[in-house]
């Protein structure tokens, strides 16, 4: 099992971030290749 996590970011076509998040993926190695499984993903916060 392999988990992998991270950061994302979104920049619209000006290349201004409109939002950010991290996300996590489960993967499991199901003959001779890893499948991801599980995956997760949340935007954060906006400033209010």
Same mark, same amino acid.
């Given at each position: 099992?392999?988990?992998?996590? &991270? ?7 000006? &290349?201004?971030?409109?939002?950010? &998040?991290?996300?996590? &993926?489960?993967? %499991? ?5 890893? *499948?991801?499984?599980?995956? *997760? #993903? #949340? %935007? ?5």
């Amino acid at each position: 099992v392999v988990t992998e996590v &991270g950061k994302t970011t979104v920049k619209d076509a000006a &290349g201004k971030v409109v939002s950010t &998040g991290k996300y996590m &993926g489960i993967f %499991e190695k199901r003959d001779g290749k890893f *499948i991801c499984i599980r995956d *997760i #993903n #949340n %935007e954060d916060q906006k400033d209010k």
